[in-house]
Nanobody
Framework: QVQLVESGGGLVQTGDSLKLSCTVS????????MGWFRQAPGKEREYVGC?????????DYSESVKGRFTISGNSAKNTIYLQMNSLRPEDTAVYSC??????????????????WGQGTQVTVSS
């Protein structure tokens, strides 16, 4: 059974960068579409982006992070990453990675993801 563990969260200032990791065990991340989601206090979980399974690095991003965030994967480490640049206070949230076997068109809906990590807190101070 696949398991996901996030790391790399922390407290940063506006404009800083941060790189989150999601280490996958029990399966090859390339066989799943791997998503990143975030949830701020009092708000619904929000899609951040995802890496397409067997996609050779093909990724998708929400409009709110496009151009600032980059998702990548390292097959040797069975780990995916979320590189976050130009961070803003509104990026403050718990960030979680997730895995899905669903079709690509369903990538932005969290209910299509069957496995989730525990999340890591990212706080951006102004």
């Amino acid at each position: 059974q696949v398991q996901l563990v996030e790391s790399g969260g922390g407290l940063v200032q506006t404009g800083d960068s941060l790189k989150l990791s999601c280490t996958v065990s029990g399966g090859d991340f390339r066989t799943y579409t791997m998503g990143w989601f975030r949830q701020a206090p009092g708000k619904e979980r929000e899609y951040v982006g995802c890496l397409k399974r067997w996609g050779g690095g093909v990724a998708d991003y929400s409009e709110s992070v496009k151009g600032r965030f980059t998702i990548s994967g390292n097959s040797a480490k069975n780990t995916i990453y979320l590189q976050m640049n130009s961070l803003r206070p509104e990026d403050t949230a718990v960030y979680s990675c997730a895995a899905t076997n669903s079709v690509w068109s369903a990538r932005r809906s969290d209910y299509n993801y069957h496995t989730w990590g525990q999340g890591t807190q990212v706080t951006v101070s102004s």
